[in-house]
C-alpha cells in the first residue's frame, strides 16, 4: 500500500509541559484511522502539527512523500491535505452554494463542480440557504465537502461527530467513509464516539500524555492491556 | 424605516434653513476668514474692531448707496478649511472681494486661492514676508508691517546691546521662519560679529517649553530671539522663568507687547524685554484718541492689538470701494489699491504699489509689571515706510510672472 | 553631567502625567475592552475645571476636585454611551468614542469659551533647586514623585484590594470573573471612574505648566495611545515605563533632532507593534470579539439599481441644473465617496479595521502634490503617480498590518498615519510642513470647476465600480473567507495574509487616487489630510453608508459631507455631529444603507 503521510518522531512542548512525545505513525491511501486517547492525551496539538497551526519542535511529517513540516496551512492544503474543525467552521456570511465555491477556486477548480459536490454529501438543493440557516449536522457536511473540494490525499477530521445526535452520526461517518473510499483519500480521525472509533476505523491510534501508546486494528486495540488501563472508568471503553 | 425618515427630514430643514439667504442689489458682500476659533485672543478683538469700522461706514450712508455686508467665516486654524471657504464665500456667497487670515500659512494659501480665482485678498494679519515678496502675486496685498519690517525694528534694537551670542526660539511654520531669518539677517548686517548658536524650532502650539529652555540653556547665548506667541509664549515664559533662562540674558520678543499675549501673563509678565507691540493705553494722538473713546464706547472693552487691526481692515475696505465707486470688478479694484491711501488711528498709511505692502507700522519698547500686569514702556512709534526697503529693491523681490 | 541628569529630570516630569493618562486607559481597555477615544477629553476637562476651581479656591483644592469631576463624567459616559457598546464590534467602540470626543470638545467650548487660559503655578512648589548646578523647577520633582505614588498605588490596588483582584482577574481572564460570580457592570462602573480620574488627575497637574486649551485632547490621546500600546494594552507597569521611554527619547532627542520631535513617539509605536504585536509587558487579548459584524454584502436589488442609475444620471446633469456653488460640493462628495469606498472594501468586505486611512489619503496628496511642484509633472502624471505612491505606502505598512487585527491593527494603522503626519509637519524642506504646499491647480483643459467635476465624476465612478465589481466577484468572495474564518480559508489553501495584503494595498490605491484629486481640487496640500481627524471622517462615512451595503461609501461621502456643510455654519455643530455619531453606532449598525435596504425588503415583502 502506498503510504499517504507519515509523521516521524513528533515532538511539541509548550513551556515545561510536553505535549506531544516523540509521536510515529503512517497512513496508507483509501485508510481510515481514527486516533483517541483520553483528554489531554495530546490528540489536538497532534492534530495542529499536521496540519500546519502549530510547527513541531523536532520530527517530520512527509505527504506523499514532500516534508511539509515547516509549511503554512495553507501551502499544506496545496500539497494535498485538508481538515476539518472540532467546531465545524465554515464562511458565515455566505450560502451554502458560496462557501463550496469558495473551496473550488481556492482550490483552482471550477466552480460549476458544486453541485456534484453538495450531491455527494448529501445536500442537493440546499445550495441557496445561508449556511446560518442550516442545522447544525448540515452545517458539518457543508464543511466536509469544502474540504473535498481540493480533493486531497489526507483528509484530518477533528471529532466529525462532535455536537451530533445518534443516527445523525452514523450518516456523516458513512458519508466521510464512501468518499474516502471512491476518492482513494486517506482518513485520520479523532473522535470520543467509540461507535464511531470501531465502526468505520481500519486501524486505531491511541494517545496518552502525549505519547502514542498502541497502533492496531480495532481488534487488537479491544485487547490491548495498556489501552484498556488509560481507558479505565471512563464509560466509553 | 422611520430612522431613515427622520434622516431624510432632517436634512431637508437643514437645507432649508441654510440655503435661505437673500441678497439685495445694493449691498456689497464681502468675504471675511479667520481662525475665530484658533485664536480668539487676537481674532475676536479683530472682529470687534472691523464690526465697529462697517457700523461706523454703513451708518454714514455706505459707499455711494451700497450698504457693506461682512460673511465672516471661521477657518479653525486650518488652511485646508480656509481655502474651502474661501470657495464657497466666491462661488455661493459671490462676494466682491477677500479679506482676514491671521495665521501666516493661511494668508499664503489663501492668497494662492484668490490668484488662481482671480479675486482680490486684503490679508490683514498675516505676516510671512513672502506673501508680499517672494510669493507675492497680483491680487494680494497686506496691511500689517511684515516680520521683516517688524523684525527689522528689533534688530536695531538689539544691535546697540552687547550682546554677540544669540540663540532664536520660534514656531516651526512660515512666520517662525520669516522671523528669524529677517532678524539673523537685519542683526549680522548692523553688527557683523554676532554669532547664532543655537535654534530652537517647536511645532506651532505644541511647545515642550521645559526640554526647550533646557536646550537653550544648554547653548549658554548672551541673549534670546523668541518669536513664539500664544498658548505657547506663556509656557515658554513661565518655564524660564523657573530656571532662571532669563537671568542676565538680554532677551527680544516679536510681538510680545501685544495687549493680546502679554495681558494673561499678568503678574508674570517678563521685565526688560524689548518688544513689538501696543500700547494703547499710553498714546495720545487726536485720531487715536477718538479711535479709543468709540471702541471702548461700543464694546466696553479695552484695546488689543486686533481691534485695530480689523478697524484697519475695514477701512481699507472702504476706502477702495469709495475709490472705485462701488464698482466691483477685480480689475478696477486691483488697481484702486495701488498707492491707496487710508486714514487710520495711527495715521495715514499706502499700500506701495511696487510691493503691495502697506506702510502701517509697529511700536518698539520694552516690557514692564506695572500693578501686576505687563506693560510696554520706553516706547517709540516706528513707521512702516521707515524700515521698508526701497520700493524697486521691494519690486525686484516678486515673482516676475 | 549635571546637564544630562537635568535633562533626564525633565524628561521624567513629562513621562508623569503622560503616565496618568495612559495607566488609565490602560486599565480601561483591559477590563472592557473598550479603546476609549474620549479619555484625552477627561484629561482635558479635568485640565478646565482644575483651572476654575483653582482660580476661586486655590490650587491644591482644584487637584483634587478636577480629578472626580473628570471620573464623574467617566462614570456617566459609561452609563449613557459605552455600556450599550461592549458586545458591539470594536469598530463601532472607536467610532462612538470619537463622537463623543466632539460632544464634549463643544461642551468645553460653551463652558470655559475659546481662549487659552493660563492657571496658576503651584502654591509652594513655583520655584526650583539646584541639583549638580543646574535649576530644577520643584513642581518638576513634585510631578515625578505623583507619577511613582501613582503607580505605586496602582500596585498595591492591584495586589491588596479586592477590586484590584477583579480587575486583574478581568484583564486576564474572562471566565474567571464569571467564576467568581461578580456582576460585570459594577466593576465596569468603578474601573470607567477610577480611569477617568487618573486622566483629570494627569489634566489638573498640567495646568501649572502650560496653557489650558481645546485642543489638549487629541494631542495628549495620541501620545496616550502610543505609550499603552508600547507598554502593552491593559499593563500598567507598561504604561509607565513606556511613558518614561517616550518621554526621555523626546527630552534627548530634542538636543540631536530639535525638528523631528514629533515623529519618535509614532516611529516607536510601529517597531513594538512590528516586534512585539501585543506590547513590552502585554500578553495576546483573549475572547476578543470580532472587529466588524460578520455579515453578507447587502444585495443591490431591482431599487437600488433603479437609485443607482437615478444617481449616476443625476451627478451627470447636475452642472447643467446646479449651482456653481452644488457643483463645488458634489466635487468633494465624489472625491471623499472613493476615499471612504476604499476603506469600505478593507473594512466590509476583508474585515480589516483601519485608523490610519488619512495616510493613504495623505500620501496621495502629498504625492501628487510633489511630483507636480518638485519635479514638474503634468497634472496627468502627477494624477496617475498619487495612487501608485499611495499604493506603495499601503504595501508597507500592509507588510506589517495584515498578522494583526482588530485594535491592534487599528493601533498600526493609526502609528502608520501618525509617523507620515508627523513628516508632513517637520520634514519641512519636503512637506513645506504647516505651510503646506501650494499652487497645485488643474491642468488648463480642466480648469473649470464642471470640467474638473467631470474629471471626479469619472475617475470616481470607475475606481467604485471597479471596486463594487471586485467585492462582488472572486476576489471578494476569498477576501470574505479570511474575513470570516480564517483558519478555514488557510485549511481550504487560501493565503490569507497576501489575500489581506491585497486588499489593503487597493483601499491604499483607491483613497490615494482621491487624494490626489482633492489637492488639485483645492489647489494646496496641508498635514491635515494625514491627521487623525481625516481618519475618522473615513470611518465615520463608511459607518454612515452602511459597512455591509455596496453603496455605503457613496451614501456616507455624500451625507456626511452635505450635513458638515450645512451644519459647521452654526456654533455648536460639532457637538451635533457627535451626538449623530453615537447615535448611529448605538441604535443603527447598518448605517443608513442597511436601513434602506431593510425598509425596501419590508416593502417587498407586504406587498407579496
Known amino acids: 500500500m502506498t503510504v499517504m503521510l507519515e509523521a516521524r518522531a513528533l515532538r511539541k512542548s509548550f513551556g515545561g509541559l510536553v505535549a506531544v512525545d516523540d509521536v510515529s505513525f503512517t497512513l496508507s491511501r483509501a485508510e481510515r484511522v481514527a486516533l483517541i486517547g483520553p483528554n489531554g492525551a495530546g490528540k489536538s496539538t497532534c492534530f495542529n502539527l499536521l496540519s500546519g497551526e502549530a510547527a513541531p519542535d523536532t520530527g517530520q511529517i512527509i505527504l506523499d512523500g514532500t516534508d511539509i513540516s515547516r509549511l503554512a496551512p495553507h501551502v499544506r492544503q496545496r500539497a494535498g491535505l485538508g481538515r476539518t474543525f472540532q467546531i465545524a467552521a465554515v464562511f458565515r456570511s455566505m450560502t451554502v452554494s458560496e462557501n463550496v465555491t469558495t473551496a473550488l477556486i481556492a482550490a483552482g477548480r471550477s466552480p460549476d463542480n458544486r453541485r456534484a459536490l453538495l450531491t455527494e454529501v448529501g445536500l442537493a438543493g440546499l445550495g441557496a440557504r445561508l449556511v446560518t440557516d442550516l442545522a447544525y449536522g448540515d452545517i458539518k457536511r457543508v464543511e466536509m465537502a469544502m474540504a473535498l473540494a481540493a480533493r486531497p490525499k489526507v483528509l484530518l477530521l477533528d471529532e466529525p461527530t462532535a455536537g451530533m445526535a445518534g443516527p445523525e452520526r452514523t450518516r456523516i461517518m458513512e458519508t466521510a467513509a464512501a468518499l474516502a473510499d471512491k476518492n482513494g483519500t486517506a482518513l485520520l480521525f479523532t473522535e470520543h464516539d467509540m461507535d464511531a472509533v470501531f465502526g468505520f476505523a481500519d486501524r486505531i491510534l491511541v494517545m496518552d500524555q502525549g505519547r502514542l501508546i498502541a497502533d492496531g486494528t480495532p481488534d487488537e486495540i479491544r485487547e490491548n492491556t495498556e489501552v484498556k488501563r488509560v481507558y479505565l472508568g471512563d464509560p466509553d471503553a | 424605516m422611520t430612522f431613515s425618515r427622520t434622516i431624510a427630514a432632517a436634512f431637508l430643514s437643514l437645507f432649508v434653513l441654510t440655503s435661505a439667504q437673500t441678497t439685495h442689489a445694493d449691498t456689497i458682500r464681502i468675504g471675511e476668514i479667520n481662525s475665530y476659533s484658533r485664536l480668539p485672543a487676537f481674532t475676536e478683538p479683530y472682529k470687534k474692531g472691523w464690526q465697529l469700522a462697517l457700523e461706523e461706514i454703513n451708518a454714514s450712508g455706505g459707499i455711494f448707496g451700497h450698504t457693506l455686508e461682512v460673511i465672516s467665516r471661521d477657518d479653525a486654524g486650518k488652511p485646508g478649511n480656509a481655502v474651502k471657504i474661501a470657495e464657497e464665500l466666491v462661488s455661493r456667497d459671490k462676494v466682491a472681494l477677500l479679506a482676514g487670515t491671521f495665521f501666516s500659512h493661511i494668508g499664503l494659501a489663501v492668497s494662492d486661492f484668490a490668484k488662481q480665482k482671480k479675486m482680490l485678498f486684503i490679508a490683514s494679519e498675516p505676516l510671512t514676508d513672502a506673501l508680499v515678496w517672494s510669493k507675492g502675486n497680483d491680487y494680494t496685498f497686506r496691511l500689517r508691517p511684515s516680520t521683516y519690517m517688524q523684525a527689522a525694528m528689533l534688530a536695531r534694537e538689539a544691535a546697540k546691546t552687547d550682546a554677540i551670542k544669540w540663540a532664536t526660539v520660534a514656531p516651526n511654520y512660515a512666520y517662525g521662519k520669516d522671523a528669524v531669518a529677517a532678524f539673523q539677517q537685519v542683526l549680522k548686517s548692523l553688527k557683523p560679529n554676532v554669532e547664532f548658536v543655537d535654534e530652537q524650532w517647536p511645532a506651532l502650539f505644541k511647545i515642550d517649553a521645559g526640554v526647550t529652555v533646557r536646550a537653550l540653556e544648554a547653548a549658554k547665548p548672551d541673549a534670546i530671539y523668541n518669536v513664539t506667541f500664544g498658548s505657547d509664549l506663556a509656557a515658554f515664559v513661565r518655564e524660564g522663568a523657573v530656571r532662571g533662562l532669563f537671568e542676565n540674558r538680554t532677551v527680544v520678543s516679536l510681538l510680545t507687547g501685544e495687549p493680546e499675549y502679554l495681558e494673561p501673563l499678568k503678574g508674570e509678565a517678563p521685565e526688560g524685554w524689548i518688544v513689538t507691540g501696543y500700547p494703547w493705553y499710553a498714546i495720545d494722538t487726536e485720531a487715536h484718541t477718538a479711535f479709543k473713546a468709540a471702541y471702548e464706547a461700543r464694546w466696553d472693552e479695552t484695546l488689543k492689538m486686533g481691534s485695530l487691526v480689523g478697524y484697519n481692515t475695514m477701512m481699507t475696505i472702504a476706502a477702495v470701494l469709495t475709490e472705485t465707486k462701488g464698482n466691483i470688478d477685480t480689475e478696477t479694484l486691483l488697481a484702486a489699491m495701488k498707492d491707496l491711501k487710508v486714514a487710520t488711528p495711527q495715521g495715514e498709511i499706502i499700500y506701495r504699489a511696487a510691493d503691495h505692502q502697506a506702510t502701517m507700522g509697529s511700536w518698539v519698547g520694552r516690557t514692564k509689571v506695572v500693578d501686576g500686569a505687563g506693560q510696554m514702556v520706553d516706547w517709540t512709534y516706528v513707521d512702516g515706510g521707515d524700515v521698508l526697503p526701497p520700493p524697486a529693491e521691494a519690486k525686484a523681490m516678486r515673482p516676475t510672472d | ?608
Open chain 3, 1 to 608: 553631567m549635571g546637564f544630562f541628569v537635568a535633562q533626564f529630570l525633565t524628561g521624567l516630569a513629562s513621562a508623569s502625567s503622560l503616565f496618568l493618562v495612559a495607566a488609565g486607559l490602560s486599565i480601561i481597555f483591559g477590563v472592557t475592552r473598550v479603546v476609549n477615544f474620549a479619555h484625552g477629553s477627561l484629561y482635558m476637562i479635568g485640565a478646565f475645571i482644575a483651572y476654575s476651581v483653582a482660580s476661586r479656591f486655590g490650587f491644591w483644592i482644584a487637584v483634587p476636585v478636577a480629578a472626580v469631576g473628570a471620573g464623574a463624567l467617566g462614570w456617566v459616559m459609561e452609563r449613557t454611551v459605552l455600556r450599550h457598546l461592549y458586545k458591539a464590534p470594536e469598530l463601532f467602540q472607536l467610532v462612538a468614542t470619537f463622537g463623543l470626543v466632539l460632544i464634549i470638545q463643544d461642551a468645553a467650548l460653551w463652558l470655559w469659551g475659546p481662549t487659552d487660559l493660563l492657571g496658576p503655578r503651584a502654591p509652594g512648589l513655583s520655584g526650583a533647586i539646584h541639583i549638580l548646578d543646574e535649576p530644577i523647577p520643584t513642581y518638576d520633582l513634585f510631578l515625578i514623585a505623583v507619577g511613582l505614588a501613582v503607580l505605586g498605588g496602582v500596585w498595591w490596588m492591584f495586589a491588596r484590594t479586592r477590586f484590584g483582584v477583579l480587575v486583574r482577574a478581568a484583564t486576564e481572564d474572562r471566565e474567571m470573573l464569571q467564576a467568581l460570580g461578580v456582576r460585570p457592570d459594577r466593576l465596569f462602573q468603578v474601573t470607567f471612574f477610577i480611569g477617568a480620574a487618573l486622566a483629570g488627575l494627569g489634566g489638573a497637574l498640567e495646568v501649572p505648566r502650560q496653557t489650558v486649551t481645546l485642543s489638549m485632547d487629541l494631542t495628549i490621546i495620541a501620545e496616550a495611545f502610543v505609550v499603552v500600546v508600547i507598554g502593552g494594552m491593559g499593563s500598567v507597569l507598561g504604561a509607565f515605563l513606556a511613558a518614561v521611554l517616550i518621554a526621555e527619547l523626546n527630552a534627548f532627542g530634542i538636543l540631536i533632532f530639535p525638528e523631528i520631535t514629533l515623529v519618535i513617539a509614532f516611529v516607536v509605536m510601529a517597531v513594538v507593534l512590528i516586534v512585539r504585536p501585543y506590547g513590552l509587558l502585554g500578553k495576546a487579548p483573549q475572547g476578543a470579539h470580532a472587529a466588524v459584524e460578520i455579515q453578507a454584502p447587502a444585495k443591490l436589488g431591482k431599487y437600488g439599481r433603479i437609485g443607482g442609475g437615478l444617481l449616476l444620471v443625476g451627478l451627470l446633469i447636475l452642472p447643467l441644473v446646479g449651482s456653481e456653488f452644488a457643483v463645488v460640493l458634489m466635487t468633494d462628495v465624489l472625491i471623499f465617496a472613493l476615499m471612504a469606498a476604499g476603506l469600505h472594501f478593507m473594512m466590509g468586505t476583508g474585515g480589516l479595521i483601519s485608523f490610519g486611512h488619512a495616510a493613504f489619503f495623505g500620501l496621495g496628496a502629498y504625492g501628487a502634490a510633489l511630483l507636480s511642484s518638485k519635479l514638474g509633472f503634468s497634472m496627468w502624471l502627477a494624477l496617475a503617480g498619487a495612487p501608485v505612491i499611495a499604493a506603495i505606502g499601503a504595501a508597507l505598512i500592509g507588510l506589517f498590518a495584515v498578522r494583526l487585527s482588530g485594535v491592534y491593527l487599528a493601533m498600526l494603522t493609526l502609528a502608520g498615519a501618525q509617523i507620515l503626519w508627523s513628516l508632513g509637519v517637520q520634514w519641512q524642506d519636503l512637506t513645506g510642513g504647516d505651510d503646506g504646499i501650494l499652487g497645485i491647480w488643474p491642468a488648463d483643459s480642466v480648469t473649470g470647476t464642471t470640467a474638473f467635476y467631470y474629471l471626479c465624476f469619472g475617475l470616481s465612478v470607475i475606481a467604485i465600480a471597479a471596486m463594487m465589481a471586485a467585492a462582488g466577484g472572486r476576489f471578494g468572495l476569498l477576501l470574505r473567507a479570511t474575513r470570516d474564518n480564517a483558519p478555514r480559508a488557510r485549511a481550504l489553501g487560501i493565503n490569507v495574509g497576501k489575500r489581506r495584503w491585497a486588499a489593503i494595498v487597493i483601499a491604499g490605491m483607491a483613497a490615494g487616487l482621491a487624494g490626489g484629486l482633492y489637492v488639485f481640487s483645492k489647489g494646496s496640500v496641508f498635514p491635515s489630510t494625514l491627521a487623525i481627524p481625516r481618519s475618522v471622517d473615513a470611518l465615520v462615512m463608511v459607518l454612515l453608508g452602511g459597512l455591509h451595503a455596496p453603496a455605503g461609501p457613496i451614501i456616507g461621502a455624500g451625507v456626511f459631507t452635505l450635513l458638515e456643510d450645512s451644519l459647521s455654519r452654526l456654533d455648536y455643530w460639532r457637538a451635533l455631529l457627535g451626538a449623530f455619531i453615537v447615535a448611529i453606532a448605538i441604535s443603527a449598525p447598518g448605517g443608513i444603507g442597511g436601513a434602506l435596504s431593510n425598509w425596501v425588503s419590508r416593502a417587498q415583502r407586504q406587498r407579496s
